[in-house]
């Protein structure tokens, strides 16, 4: 009795050491069970490796060891929120959450802005929390869905031969009947009239197990491509039912929601040929990968069950992720001193990223993903899409990296923004005086 | 043309309700031995369907992977009997659909438990490509679900209806009690018939994962089978299959031909709508078996 109170003391004390004050904490909202646990364990097993490796390497950023909590969410809303108000005082405070769930960053952005913590929205929505004075803790990094829209876009005007040749082109978007599939119906619209295209939306009802009306239309249509904005098993459905229609697969180009093993491997053979945005490269060719397989999984502290799946595509995006929040603390300790900082002032990092090609260098991820510089106003960083194509096996680049059309996007982020500030009776934030 | 277009979104709907069919005829075989919606359906097939091809991952040829994945499924419905049924005999039916919600919950966190969470492809080597009969498209693979969902719901038809044990598990349904006075072994009947509904999951299953890939949302399938039973009946094998063909040309033809005047995207709601309106005129759906209390 007495040994197992000693031992639970011990173990108690070990715990409360994780968390000294010379600790940043990193909550982690992972989803290892449930519908979308395949994507969510690789990403979350990315970025928790490179947290680790971090911490092998440099002993921390700044000597301030960082530190890090689960909690499973199972992409669900509700158990999102117990998520992050569970989270958010622990070990120090929170420094910055990233659900890589549009619902659940969605059912968090009001308290996050009273707590003052940033939420990582990379790659995925709100589209227009890229304007920091109206958003100031919310950070679509790299890539929002408007900005890949109109990449996906000028990609489709590259096939052609140039965005000129789009004129009298048939179109279908045919997109996830939700609120995260209808966002970026205002910016294709607004592309189409740019460009001349036709273009034609067809809605595939939630989840998107069934889809064979909606493909035969299409084959009515006789679109010259297909944008597809999927989700789960919306991608396969999409990609079999094209199969069974004879549409061809080198014709469609999804989402980044879209482009991972998982989606293309659910399709077999119909995946072949078919093309998907990233804004992280898969692979381990480059030397950040390697030396977290090295170090993190020689020091026998690796994340994944399999490492036979470090360098999948949600892989590296779970490093991106990491690299970003480190980024984002380093930048705030040149300002705030190495020390346990606290969200606003991760937040102000955040809001200063500088990652060029040098940094890129000197962290092993040259091209993996675009430059990434931010600002108070533009919490976007980037706005570039690269587009990969499933060979039956792998993804393969089959474009560089493509910006953003920001003559179509920023008049609708300042339409939504002036909206929203609006709605919210807020001022927004004066940047040029917060300098 | 247009009537070309018109026949190849009617065929290719009747075939997509064989294959909620196949769903539908898990929920049947349940519901006619014990009178319970069994909510656990779904995960049955997600069960199923990741054991095959996990099972199959380890090298072991398809036939065998099938038949060990069979053994398994006829395991899990023994057990189910035996630990979740058995102590809830004669209780009320909705006691029964509750333990059946808790399965749901216990099979996919146990699906994922022992295979993992990963995505699979499944190929049963039928290729999911159309071939032209006149210029409409029919696929190939849809031909053979329906040959499988006809063969399927012929052998269950002819086994409710024509053998000992098929009696025996209809008056089950109809009265455990009385059932058992008259000497129907009611726990074997509970184990055989979860059985069977196991194998049909796995049927379902292979031919849902191999158009879907085999993952969780192979669990979401159920959402469509739903309306089939509500229209074709919760007691009819036959019913199953005519509710499932008629959803699924229904909803079909109402995407394309009603859709662009509502916006589109009806197809979710449609079937339900559809099925509704049957039960304002026949409450026990079009072959359910129609029920007298008296008081």
Known sequence: MKKSAVAVSLALLTVAGVAQAADQFIPIPSYRVGAYASGGAKFYGGMIDYLNYVNLKEGGVGGVRLTYEECETEYKNDRGVECYERLKAKNGGASAFNFMSTGITYATMDRAEKDKIPLMTMGFGRADA??????????PLITSYWSQATAKVQFLGQRVGGMDKLKGKKIVNLY???AYGKETIPVLDAMAKKYGFELQHVEVPAPGTEQQSQWLEIRRARPDFVLLRSWGVMTPAALKSAQKVGFPRE????????????DAVAAGDAAKGYIAGSFALDGKQFPLIQNIEKTVYGAGKGNLSDKGFIGTV???RGVVSGILMVEAIRAAQKKYGAKTLNGDQIRWGMEN??????????????????QVKTSCQNHEGSGY???MQWDGKDWKPVSGWIKADTGVTLPLIKASVDKYSQEKSMKLRDCAAEK | MEWQFFLEVLVGGLLAGVMYSLV??????????SGVFNFAQGAMVLFAALSFVSIQAMGVPFWIALLLTLALMVLLGVGIERVVLRPLVNQPPITLFMATIGLSFFLEGLAQMVWGTDVHGLELGIADEPFDVGGVFISKFDLFAAAVGGTLVAALALFFSKTKLGRALRAVADD??????????????????????????????LLWGSRLGVQFALTLVVLKALPVLILGGFTSVPGAIIGGLIIGAGEKLAEVYLGPFVGGGIENWFPYMLALLFLLVRPEGLFGEKHIERV
């Open chain 1, 251 to 262: 014709n469609i180009v999804a989402n980044w929601w879209g482009g991972s093993e998982e």
């Open chain 1, 176 to 178: 996830h009947g939700s």
């Open chain 1, 353 to 370: 990223l500088n990652i060029d090609a040098k940094r890129q260098q000197d962290l092993g991820v040259t091209d993996m993903f675009p």
């Open chain 2, 176 to 205: 455990h009690q009385a059932a058992m006075s008259v000497g129907i072994p009611l726990k074997h009947i509970w184990a055989i018939v979860w059985g069977v509904a196991g194998f049909v999951a796995l049927v379902a299953g």
């Open chain 1, 314 to 316: 949600n892989y590296n």
């Open chain 1, 385 to 387: 899409t690269r587009f």
């Open chain 1, 130 to 139: 890229q304007d920091g004075r109206a958003f100031k803790y919310v950070f």
């Open chain 2, 24 to 33: 539908a005829l898990g929920f049947v075989l349940i519901y006619k031995a």
